[in-house]
């Protein structure tokens, strides 16, 4: 089946730091999510890329969507404490009505005051 | 706006207890659905998904069963839990309508924390 490849799995930075996550694909994707979730809640949708090429921001955070449409990465400029989390990236393939998202395990991230 | 709810927040059962777990959706019509299950605060297993009222569709084989009675309602149960059925439970929609782009962006509800003694 399809799977994405984040890593590593933890990430620790300094306050203040840029920070670049990446999520790789055997697969193609027509679309890809970033999430993030803090603990005890559920994950929340930072960013969405619908385009090969896309470059989308959102604040401090950017995402682009792969031009082979197997891979995507997550900026974050400028950490502070609150970025800390698990970053998911999530990949997916319209089919009509059973549309299902194939997610990465995650990177942790760590941000050092 | 649309609004995902999942009740109870958290919950502990004892071993063979059944189980009923709680989502709902507002602000949308016609949402797809899903059920996730996240072990040790990492990695989103998918468990069910419906596309409609009374259509599930399981991912895995388990011990739990999904059931859809209303249109923004999904319901989550078992018989009898297992010690393995503990877990971060999370609910998520997606819009059906209109079809194409976006039509695969999941949002999540708040997670209910399950824990199996």
């Known amino acids: 089946g399809q799977q994405l490849n984040q890593s590593p799995q933890s990430m620790f930075i300094q306050e203040g730091e840029d920070v670049s996550m990446n999520c790789t694909s055997s697969?193609?994707?027509?679309?890809w999510l970033w999430y993030k979730q803090d603990p005890g809640e559920g994950p929340v949708l930072l960013i969405a890329?619908?385009?090969?090429?896309e470059l989308t921001s959102n604040g401090r955070l950017t995402a682009q969507f792969g031009i082979t449409r197997k891979d995507s990465f997550l900026n974050i400029s400028a950490s502070i404490p609150s970025d800390v989390g698990i970053y998911f990236c999530?990949?997916?393939?319209?089919?009509?009505?059973?549309?299902?998202?194939?997610f990465g395990k995650g990177i942790t991230l760590s941000v050092r005051p | 706006s649309q609004t995902i709810h999942q009740w109870p927040a958290t919950l502990v059962q004892p071993v063979g207890s059944p189980l009923s777990l709680e989502c709902t959706v507002e602000?949308?019509?016609?949402?797809?659905l899903y059920w996730y299950r996240q072990a040790a605060g990492r990695g989103l297993q998918l468990l069910f998904y419906?596309?409609?009222?009374?259509?599930i569709s399981s991912e895995v084989p388990q011990n739990l069963s999904a059931s859809r009675p209303q249109d923004r309602q999904f319901i989550l149960s078992s018989k009898k839990l297992l010690l393995s059925d503990s877990g971060f439970y999370l609910c998520?929609?997606?819009?059906?309508?209109?079809?194409?782009?976006?039509?695969?962006?999941?949002?999540f509800g708040p997670g209910t924390r399950l824990t199996v003694l």
């Open positions: 998520a929609w997606s819009s059906t309508n209109p079809p194409g782009q976006g039509i695969d962006t999941q949002y």
């Open positions: 697969s193609i994707f027509n679309t």
């Open positions: 890329l619908y385009k090969a090429g």
């Open positions: 999530a990949g997916a393939n319209y089919t009509g009505a059973n549309s299902k998202l194939t």
């Open positions: 602000g949308t019509s016609n949402p797809n």
């Open positions: 419906s596309v409609g009222i009374g259509q």
